[in-house]
């Protein structure tokens, strides 16, 4: 059972640049997320997902878009990627509508804007 | 406004040593707490979910503890490995029951090296 895989674990873009982050869980989550990890600081939500279909925006959304056409994945796209966006992008789902059921997170995507 | 503190910041144990981690939260309505372990290069990993009436929960070495009056948690790890060197996350959910989103607040995590 691989759980949530995130692909590419690594990149870098040069400013304005665009590139998909991809996410891909078997685990048949209904909800998903993306996050991203700055430096010495908690996980930031960028957006989310309820279902196929569905997805809304976090705390921090501008620069990024989503799209969720299938349950089991949850891409993540950068337009005109700035030095701002260099972070590590975790994205993580979950089953049901129980708050109280963990997130499973994948081991995340290390992006560099240069 | 809403934020998770942790501390220490950092902290370094010998092997086999107990020690605890401490989160202060000023976050409300309260929904639950959470502990993640995140191992470097990993993504973080559930330890702990306590609701406001619960004060305490256990994961083999790892014991959670919940003040839900004070809005503080503590996370005692007893006889430490090797292999409890990571950084560990306190989350505050804000959302009730039901809420989609989980309004999770993420603390800036307690870094612990265990040492041999």
């Known amino acids: 059972n691989a759980g949530v895989t995130q692909t590419p674990k690594f990149r870098i873009l040069k400013i304005g640049q665009s590139m998909t982050l991809q996410c891909a869980q078997d685990?048949?989550?209904?909800?998903m997320y993306w996050y991203r990890q700055d430096p010495g600081m908690g996980l930031k939500l960028i957006y989310y997902?309820?279902?196929?279909?569905?997805?809304d925006k976090g705390e921090v959304p501008n620069g990024y878009n989503v799209s969720r056409s299938t349950t089991e994945d949850f891409p993540l796209r950068l337009e005109l990627a700035a030095p701002s966006q260099t972070s590590v992008y975790f994205c993580?789902?979950?089953?049901?509508?129980?708050?109280?059921?963990?997130?499973?997170f994948g081991d995340g995507t290390r992006l560099s804007i240069l | 406004k809403n934020q998770v503190e942790q501390s220490p910041q950092s902290l370094i144990i010998l092997e086999g040593k107990n020690c605890t981690l401490q989160?202060?939260?000023?976050?409300?309505?309260?929904?639950?707490l959470r502990w993640y372990k995140q191992d470097t290069g990993r993504g973080p990993v559930s330890l702990t979910i306590?609701?406001?009436?619960?004060n305490t929960k256990s994961n083999g070495r790892y014991t959670a503890t919940l003040d839900a009056d004070t809005k503080q948690s503590s996370l005692h790890i007893t006889a430490s490995q090797l292999s409890d060197s990571a950084s560990y996350i306190c989350?505050?959910?804000?959302?009730?029951?039901?809420?989609?989103?989980?309004?999770?607040?993420f603390g800036k995590g307690t870094k612990l090296s265990v040492k041999p």
């Open positions: 997902s309820v279902g196929a279909g569905i997805t």
């Open positions: 306590m609701t406001f009436s619960e």
């Open positions: 989160c202060n939260y000023t976050v409300s309505p309260f929904s639950n």
């Open positions: 685990m048949n989550h209904n909800y």
């Open positions: 993580a789902s979950r089953f049901g509508t129980d708050v109280l059921k963990p997130q499973h």
């Open positions: 989350v505050v959910s804000a959302t009730p029951y039901g809420g989609s989103q989980g309004n999770l607040i």
